[in-house]
């Protein structure tokens, strides 16, 4: 089918500017292709002039034909999928996500579609090629990374489909690959907690000891300031976060932040880091490096916890392991909302089904007790047997069995 070059034209009814143009359509009853003329309200007098209006059957026409009248002369100009993303749909969520988290985001959305789709017109895209994508990234990327282009897709089609570039959203349906990698889900256990700990100099064990009994994340722990410290009150106060080399007035989620209670052992061996630290002003941080800035996340991974690994032939330490372990190993220890609580998840299901994994232990003791429980003699059962031993034996069938003889 050719391309259409038409201009259309529009014309004041009443109020609104209504705007024309022909287009062509398939008859269902003999199959054959067939032009018609279609109008389309552009928008109220009151809010538009004529030229106005003209710039908007020109937009509606460049959606569907792909082309636009520019300085007297048709130019071919496809929306891509690579065009729509950057200037249709970054603009809109820009503004709801945050400066870091944006970044982010948009690097994926680069790498994983943009790169594979930038100059393929939107039009061009269908379930199939969609899906079949997804299943590749499947064989080579995580899990997780998976599940967010797929929401990604989901959400640029969608909002292409709503500012009318598609008739039909083809990412609507899409599913998630069956066989996606394994989650990582590496645990320790108490006596490699203790060996980790075992190793480390005063700042480091401190640092770490923190992590493992509060769950700190590495965000929250190294942006702590002396001010965040009331020994009185055996609290740590959570106001900033550090990220990317920046600090941050804000955490994870809103339930990250504010005040947490440690342990009065805990307390008393940060009053004790504090009297060796050179400066302990309010707001010196809690665990600086040797200018006295907050330490590096990346550069403590890499440095410390990764040769510790190496060391104790651990197969992976990190702080994401540690918050595992621990909310794995303390799940003996309260229930989901007290480890919700010490994760400061917002969601319990997200401590119960991300974070908490099955301990074989754990399984062995609750069938067992599920068993004890199935084989012991019910109530009613006990008090026949009770009320047989009290009570002076029945001969009233020996008896009878004597008259009848």
């Known amino acids: ?27 269902p009853m ?41 300085d007297g002369a048709w130019v071919d100009s496809p929306v891509t999928f690579g065009w729509f993303v950057r200037n249709r749909f970054f603009p809109l969520k820009e503004g ?6 944006a970044k982010v985001k948009k690097l ?27 299943n590749n990234l499947a064989k080579e990327k995580s899990r997780d990374r998976v599940l967010q282009i797929r929401a990604y897709l989901r959400d640029i089609f969608a909002e292409a489909e709503e500012q009318g570039f598609l008739a039909k959203d083809p990412a609507r349906r899409l599913r998630v690959p069956t066989q996606l990698r394994e989650v990582d889900k590496t645990l320790l256990t108490w006596e490699q907690l203790r060996e980790v700990l075992s190793q480390l100099s005063t700042r480091d064990r401190m640092l770490l ?15 702590l300031k002396w001010r965040c410290f009331n020994y009185e009150k055996l609290t740590l106060t959570l106001s900033e ?18 005040e947490i209670h440690i342990t009065q052992e805990l307390a008393k061996a940060l009053l004790f880091w504090k009297q060796q630290c050179p ?27 990764h040769k510790l690994a190496n060391d104790l032939q651990l197969s992976k330490l990190t702080f994401q392991v540690i918050r595992r372990t621990i909310a794995t190993r303390a799940q003996t220890m309260g229930s989901v909302k007290d480890i919700q609580g010490i994760l400061r998840h917002s ?30 003699i019910p109530s009613s059962s006990r008090l026949d047997q009770t009320r047989s031993t009290c009570q002076p034996p029945d001969h009233s069938f020996n008896v009878e069995l004597s008259i009848s003889s």
């Open 279 to 305: 400066t302990p002003t309010p707001d010196t941080f809690i665990f600086s490096n040797s200018r006295e800035n907050f330490i590096d996340a990346d550069r403590f991974r890499k440095q410390l916890l």
């Open 96 to 101: 709801m996500w945050r400066v870091e988290t």
């Open 241 to 258: 976060t550090v990220y990317k080399g920046k600090i941050r007035p804000w955490g994870k989620t809103p339930k990250s932040m504010g």
């Open 1 to 27: 089918m050719r391309k259409s070059r038409q201009r259309g034209w529009i014309a004041l009814r009443g109020k609104k500017w209504y705007g024309y143009f022909r287009k062509i359509v398939v008859d």
């Open 209 to 223: 000891e923190l992590g493992m009994t509060n769950a700190l994340r590495p965000s929250e722990m190294f942006a």
């Open 108 to 134: 994926l959305i680069e790498r994983d579609l943009i790169d594979s789709f930038d100059t393929m017109p939107l039009k061009s895209f269908d379930k199939f090629r969609l899906q079949i994508h997804l």
């Open 347 to 376: 969601s319990a299901s997200t401590t119960a089904d991300v974070y908490m994994q099955e301990i074989s232990e754990g399984v062995q003791m609750a069938l067992l007790s599920i068993s004890n429980e199935l084989r012991a």
């Open 30 to 70: 003999t199959n054959e292709q067939k032009r018609m003329t279609a109008a389309v309200i552009l928008g109220l007098q009151a809010q538009m002039d004529k030229s106005e209006a003209r710039d908007a059957l020109d937009f509606l026409l460049f959606k569907q034909t792909g082309s636009t009248y520019r």
